[in-house]
């Protein structure tokens, strides 16, 4: 089974003629929603629903920036496209893979991800009535909702209100980062962009998985693409710089990834990684073309505050810098 890139042509094509294009997919499968249900209800849709898809979140880490630098590296062929550090799902959004499996190891994220792809209006719904103020947001950040659509919204709330966009728990699990001073008024809400990644992910049939990424080793077959974005770690800290999740990413993780990614690349998967550039982080990823880049980054582990950073973009694909 292979699936083309027609990423390209989408830009000059309408919704309607991409969504024919996108329904004679071998990928398709005819128990698929109907996405223009997302359509029947009065909220405007803007936009181009697919082809404007971005992060509904501001994830801190998030790669929006390394974009067009990561591009460079996927494969012009493949079959499934994995992100099993999901986070905001920059790479997802921006490249729009016929077929993806998502995953992450935050299990409030990725309910939210299954809620905005099957029930999008009833999640926007609920963020209405949330508004960005102090007293809101302490009060937001201490419930603890049941309820997987209310956990969306107070996902998605946190995430846009909070100091940003860091998610941030402590040792019991709960959420702990501070209310964001942004300037008012402030609209968090973007209603068009949750309904656009929601056509996204039910276009890509995304299958949501929560776990650590070694959780979807099982499910990868040779020529699919694998994007993966770890927390970045500095070995003599043994810790991730942000605390992703009640887990921290440690340097033996750094280790497991790299051991993963290598046992996949011989067997012929295509894969494309994003890592400081440190010289242990090079040393892991013998074999595989490692490219230096630099990125405007808001949160800095390595220095206080903001700037830029240099990253590597590690990939299977001949780029002419070889390791
Ligand atoms: C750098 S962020 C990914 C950002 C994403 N690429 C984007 O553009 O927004 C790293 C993500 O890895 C997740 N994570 C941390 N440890 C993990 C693990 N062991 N397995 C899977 N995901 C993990 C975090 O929850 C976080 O969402």
Redesign the pocket.
């Known amino acids: 089974m292979r699936v083309y890139r027609i990423n390209q042509h989408w830009k000059s094509l309408d919704r309607y003629e991409v969504m024919k294009l996108k329904s004679n997919s071998p990928t398709r499968k005819p128990e698929e929603p109907d996405i223009y249900r997302l359509y029947t209800l009065p909220i405007s849709v803007k936009t181009d629903p697919i082809t404007k898809s971005k ?1 509904f979140l501001k ?1 801190a ?4 920036a390394l974009i067009p630098e990561i591009k460079k590296e996927i494969p012009n062929e493949y079959n499934r496209y994995f992100e ?8 997802f959004f921006s490249h729009l893979p016929l077929s993806a499996c998502l ?4 299990s409030e ?1 990725i309910i939210c991800y299954q809620q905005v792809k099957e029930n999008p209006q009833d999640v926007i719904e609920l963020l209405r009535s949330m508004e960005y103020e102090k007293e809101q947001y302490y009060t937001i950040r201490a419930s603890t909702p049941s309820d997987p659509i209310e956990q969306a919204a107070r996902l998605i709330y946190l995430n846009h209100c909070c100091w940003n966009g860091l ?1 941030r728990v402590n040792s019991q699990g709960q959420f702990n980062v501070p209310f964001g001073k942004y300037n008012k008024p402030y609209k968090y809400l973007k209603e068009d962009i949750i309904l656009n990644a929601s056509v996204a992910l039910n276009s890509a049939n995304a299958e949501l998985i929560h ?3 070694s959780t979807i080793t099982e499910m990868i077959n040779e020529n699919d693409f694998v994007y993966f ?3 970045y770690t500095v070995k003599h800290s043994n810790n991730s710089f942000i605390s ?2 009640e ?1 921290r ?1 440690s340097w033996n ?1 750094q280790v497991r990834l790299a051991d993963l990614a290598q046992k996949l690349r011989i067997d012929g998967v295509h894969i494309i990684i994003s890592n400081a550039d440190i010289q242990e982080i090079r040393e892991l990823y013998k074999g595989f073309n490692i490219r230096p880049v630099k990125r405007m980054s808001l949160i800095s582990g390595l220095s206080k505050g903001r700037g830029r950073v240099n990253e590597l973009i590690i990939s299977t694909r001949d780029n002419g810098y070889k390791s």
Do not use: E, H, Q, V
Not at 61 to 64: D, E, F, M, Q
Not at 84 to 91: E, K, N, T, W
Not at 103 to 106: F, G, K, L, M, P
């Open positions: 992060p994830w880490g998030g790669k929006r099993p550090f999901l986070g905001g799902g920059a790479l995953s992450d190891i935050n994220l998610w776990g650590d990424f974005d770890p927390p992703y999740d887990t990413f993780d």
